[in-house]
């Protein structure tokens, strides 16, 4: 009991710390009693239903200023397996094995990874700083953890479980997933196997070769084509104030002798001047003046011309230098596919490698890790594996907006949006917070996001209930299903990027994710510790992805839109600002 | 029944920063007696600003300008109501609690929760300590599927939500303010008007005083009988 008791205690001061909001640095003995131990918990059995209460959402108005009525008409969280909500179902919010965690715990930045109280999780965060975190369950198996899963389903193409998704000879360690992403990886392999097959010399003498040829044969043609656009360029506004000049006389002969048949941009002969015979010195002087003009710009024309070839020559020289195999003799191909390879090869295989025979830290070896998990996953269910049931939770509101029609008559108009998600999981999903100085030395929260959030099933129906409620077919039609949402989103990356809450002076909230802040141990002015910085960062701050197996609209045969996945997002500085509209 | 006579010691604690209105202290006498029960059994009702509170309760939150009365601007500037901003028209003339929190030092404004207001009753709230002797591990299954039940022996501290929480018109709204009082101009370091260039573009330019701005991100009403099961198990983790 005591134990629980000290549990109290620490519930008092999550509670003191969150209400104070600004969370102070802890001297040592406060930081030597941040243990990493926490107040865990669970709710067995959760069902929450508003039913026939009344919510309401306010505040929110059209664009003419006036409030928009929004009628909450529906909130659910229970059991998986609830039927939009009609069936109560308790469902389960982590558990006594696997619960969620509120703990206050020191960060393990400089610290050896052999001390006993290093853990990679926190290792971003100064040893200096005590951070409170706030996480969701978390599961060791492939099949439990929703990350793993998730991707799984992805690939697999269908919600597991449900009708026609549930035949164990579509699992196994060649399921279908299995295979779908082994086609992915052949794919690279074989893009790999291709480049490695078209050179005779390997990686590093190719690179060497590359940039060789650059210094010695692209370098001087480029030059040429700078000087030759710029001899271009010279002669076309040479060419342009001629033109302005040939038409100033062309204008001053024309409005002083409106009987002329002549055309400017072109001789103007004595027929065509109708100069009169008699007393007709200033018109003869005045078209004179004009043919001097015309011709000096005829003669422009002329070197304008030439200039423009010699710049399509040396532009076709350059070009020649990239792609005719035959200029670029290190190696097979031309320069510019050499250096596309170079390139494609190094995403496929990691930079760190210098021959084609060894395959590193690359795309390859990363979607092998994550075939590893599908099957890990395909080869449980195949084994009798079952997904423990997660949350379904629904949401429906009412609109009551002004729409105006063709005749500029208003009148109000009800929208409806009824959202239902079937299957929810978070686990693996955390919150951490600490207080640092920001760059003015005031201190400041800083947070780090890791959210994992799977959903099976999430329909999203505009249809009015009173129409849809009896017409399942007329509900399908307006309804946009997505299957199998995975949404892996991780912001801010300890010290090095933290994500951090602020509001403006004129009202508005504002979310940033900083520009990167290299620690103290980087030295700014040298350029091979920055080099390591930066790949440090790259290599290791998670990226968000998302991916979803099939979107539909409706239920038709040509519904479905197909799978979509949107992978690799990292943002290297975001500053979200509201705005008062 | 040692363990249930600290339970309750610590329970008005958690509760009490957002409950005191109705839940009282037990003494002594009054804690002899729950003794030997199996756990505690609640029933609360509780309400905010029902009728109004006591700073507003005329219905509406007027705006202060923040005037410098003894022409000294090294002492702090007095808030003075400002008459010719039209107030703030609480809803059915209620204003409801405010609740301002600013999230950084620096920051320039505050996150509230505002116009709080309303009440929640409930019955059957239970507060007992179990001790769990079975827990499902999910990380383990049998061939045919079912999950490893782990033997434990140990102590929770379980909360049997109340099955339903009556709510009468609470309501609250969400907000960005440039200050966390209400109505009021924000103010410098030594207690003096803000101050900003008229043309953000122009810093160099005139000046003028920053005026109190909120902005209501949104809001959320509610009536009416909801459904909440469940138990809450709380315990230690290492």
Redesign the interface.
Known sequence: ?M??????T???CV?SYS?N??LQALDDSELSSAT?????????????????????????RSSAGDDIDIK?TKLYVMGEGSQSGTI?T?GQ?G?????Y?I?SVRGSGGLDPSDPSYDARYANIGNDLALLEFATDS???SL?NSETFGTFSYYQGCIWGEPGCDNLSDVGSNGVAVQAIEAEIQVLTDTRDQIAATYAIDLAPLESSIELYYTSDIVPLETKVQAEQQDYDQAVAELLVRQDDMSDAFDFFDQNFPDNDCQVGEECSNADANCPLFGGASCRDARDAYNVEFGEYDEQVGVRQDEYNQLILARKDLDGAKTDPNKFTAANGSYIEAVENVEEFRVLCGVETNEFATCGEGLIARKGRTRDGVRDVSLALF????R?GGLDIGASFEFVVDAVDANGTSSQRTDYIDINMKGLFVDGTSLRLWSAP?E?G????NAEIRLNLFIKELDISVCDPFVCGADPVAKEASTLNLDNLFISLNLGYGETQPM???????????FELTKLRPGPDVDQNDQNSMQAFYDGYYENSPKSFISISDVRIGSGPDASLGRTTVDGLRAQYLKVT?R?L | MKTTRQLVYALPLLISPFASAEMRAIDDMGLSQVAGQGGVYLSGEFAINKSGGPLWENGERPYYSLVDHDNNSSTPAIPTIDGSRSPDQCENGICGLRFAIKLNENSEGWYILDDVSGGLAFEGLTLQTETLTSAINYDVWDSSGNFQQLEIDDEVLKIGLPGVIRFNNLKFKFAVANNGEFGVDPEDDNGNPLMQPVDPAAPGGAMEVVQYRQTDIFGVELDGNVTVQGNLLLFPVD
């Open positions: 009991m134990k629980l008791l000290n549990l109290m620490l519930a008092l509670i209400a909001a600004d990493g131990e926490g107040l865990g918990f669970a709710i067995e059995d959760f069902i929450l239903d508003t039913e026939t209460s009344e919510l309401a959402v306010t505040g929110i909450w109560k308790p919010i558990s006594y094995n696997h619960p965690v703990r599961y060791s198996s439990q084994n009798g594996g079952q423990r920001d003015e005031v201190d400041e929260i951090r809450l602020s509001a403006t002076s004129d009202g508005n909230f504002q509201s008062d």
